[in-house]
């Protein structure tokens, strides 16, 4: 066995970084260009998935330390003035510590903002709709064709797309969802058809 010297470095492995939406997002689109239509669905859907978890963690860590940030005592009884200020410091702590207990610690969150805008204007679906009918999943290109439609409605080719898809004979237009919409949103649809 060989020890270590003084001042001698240590070997450590890094942990492998987690993959974030960014990340899985590039690879279905390189997935796409090269024709590898079933990768580009596994991970375009990944990172689709990856997205929201992410946002929904945000959001929740935010709600919890804005109703803490509330109740938290001042240590600035002198200058009122910067009390907000005070505030947004310990919310901002807060929602960070949130995170890191939620998120992988080796996760990269630098994002490039034309990602974000892409998954915030659905995006994502476009190349997902194209994907699933290269794979033969024709309900599920109709299904991603109409949630980009919902959130670009002005976005023709997709329109088209979407008359191409319901005009299969395997897509049943009855099913076609909005894969963004929330579970309560189809169980509320379904419990007003059943109240008609």
């Given at each position: 066995a060989t020890t270590q010297g003084y001042g001698q470095k240590q070997s450590q492995t890094q942990p492998e970084k987690v993959k974030n939406f960014e990340d899985l997002y590039s690879e279905g689109k390189e997935a796409y260009l090269d024709n590898n239509f079933k990768d580009c669905v596994t991970t375009i859907e990944a990172a689709i998935k990856d997205f929201k978890f992410y946002t929904d963690t945000v959001s929740k860590c935010k709600l919890k330390c804005s109703r803490k940030s509330e109740m938290f005592p001042s240590v600035l009884k002198h200058s009122p003035e910067i009390v907000p200020f005070e505030k947004l410091i310990h919310e901002t702590l807060c929602v960070m510590k949130c995170k890191q207990k939620t998120l992988s610690k080796t996760r990269v969150e630098n994002i490039e903002e034309k990602t974000r805008t892409d998954f915030e204007t659905k995006k994502p679906y476009d190349f997902l709709q194209l994907c699933y009918y290269q794979t033969g999943d024709h309900q599920n290109a109709a299904n991603a064709a109409f949630t980009n439609l919902v959130y670009n409605s002005d976005h023709e080719a997709m329109r088209e797309n979407l008359k191409f898809y319901m005009a299969l004979p395997e897509v049943d237009?009855?099913?076609?969802?909005?894969?963004?919409?929330?579970d309560y949103v189809e169980q509320y649809l379904v419990g007003t058809d059943h109240y008609r």
């Open positions: 237009e009855n099913i076609v969802k909005n894969l963004e919409s929330p």
